[in-house]
C-alpha cells in the first residue's frame, strides 16, 4: 500500500515549456487535491477533484489543468511555465475528510 | 482576509515543557478543524481532528476548539525535540464542500 504517489520528484524547466506533474493513490478515495506551497504563503489549493469525472478550481487555478484519469489518478498540467510557478507541488486524497499526502514535486522555472 | 490565520513564529520551548500553537479563523460555518505537521523537506501529515467545541486528546496531543470565539489550538505536552516542525491548521468551510483551507504555519523548536 504505497499511499499517494506523486512523479517526478524534482524537476527544471525553462520559462515557456510545458510539463504534466502525475499522482496515484491506492487507498480508494473519491477526492483528490493539488496544492502549491510556497514560503510564507502556505499550502493553496489549485484545483480538485470530489470525485471521478469531476474536477473544480481552487484559490490558484491560473496557467493549470487537471484531468482525473480515472479513480486512481489526477494529474495536473503546466501548459506554458512560468518563474511565479517556481513551487513545491503536493497533491493529496481523503475517503471523508482526513486528508493524505503525497511527497510532493519540487518545481524550478527558470 | 485569509480564511485561516496562525502566527508564524517561530516559537521555542525548552524540552519538556508545553508548546501551544494557535489558529483562526473567519468563516463561522465552518465545521472540521485539523492539525498537520509538516518537517522540513516533506509532507504534510495528520496529528488530530476536533468538530466539537471543548478539548480533544490523544496522547500528548490535545486540540481546542472554541467556535464561538473562531479560534482552535493545539497543545503539545512534554515537548521533545522530534517535535520541532511546523504546524499547519486546516479548515473545512461549510460553503466550499470539500475545500481545505490551511493557515501559513507555525514553525516550533523544541530546545533540548
Known amino acids: 500500500n504505497a499511499g499517494v504517489t506523486q512523479t517526478p520528484k524534482f524537476q527544471v524547466l525553462k520559462t515557456g515549456q510545458s510539463m504534466t506533474l502525475q499522482c496515484a493513490q491506492d487507498?480508494?478515495?473519491?477526492?483528490m487535491y493539488w496544492y502549491r506551497q510556497d514560503p510564507g504563503m502556505g499550502l493553496r489549493l489549485i484545483y480538485y477533484?470530489?470525485?471521478?469525472?469531476?474536477?473544480d478550481k481552487g484559490e490558484v487555478p491560473n496557467g493549470y489543468n487537471v484531468s482525473r484519469l480515472n479513480k486512481r489518478e489526477f494529474s495536473l498540467r503546466l501548459e506554458s511555465a512560468a518563474p511565479s510557478q517556481t513551487s513545491v507541488y503536493f497533491c493529496?486524497?481523503?475517503?471523508?475528510?482526513?486528508?493524505?499526502f503525497g511527497p510532493g514535486t519540487r518545481l524550478l522555472v527558470l | 482576509q485569509k480564511e485561516v490565520e496562525q502566527n508564524s513564529g517561530p516559537l521555542s520551548v525548552p524540552e519538556g515543557a508545553i508548546a501551544s500553537l494557535n489558529c483562526t479563523y473567519s468563516?463561522?460555518?465552518?465545521?472540521?478543524f485539523f492539525w498537520y505537521r509538516q518537517y522540513s523537506g516533506k509532507s504534510p501529515e495528520l496529528i488530530m481532528f476536533?468538530?466539537?467545541?471543548g478539548d480533544k486528546e490523544d496522547g500528548r496531543f490535545t486540540a481546542q476548539l472554541n467556535k464561538a470565539s473562531q479560534y482552535v489550538s493545539l497543545l503539545i505536552r512534554d515537548s521533545q525535540p522530534s517535535d520541532s516542525a511546523t504546524y499547519l491548521c486546516?479548515?473545512?468551510?461549510?460553503?466550499?464542500?470539500?475545500?481545505?483551507?490551511f493557515g501559513t504555519g507555525t514553525s516550533l523548536t523544541v530546545i533540548p
Open positions: 487507498m480508494n478515495h473519491n477526492s
Open positions: 486546516a479548515v473545512i468551510s461549510s460553503n466550499t464542500g470539500n475545500q481545505f483551507y
Open positions: 468563516d463561522r460555518g465552518s465545521q472540521s
Open positions: 477533484s470530489a470525485s471521478e469525472g469531476t474536477t
Open positions: 493529496a486524497s481523503n475517503l471523508i475528510e482526513t486528508q493524505y
Open positions: 476536533i468538530y466539537s467545541n
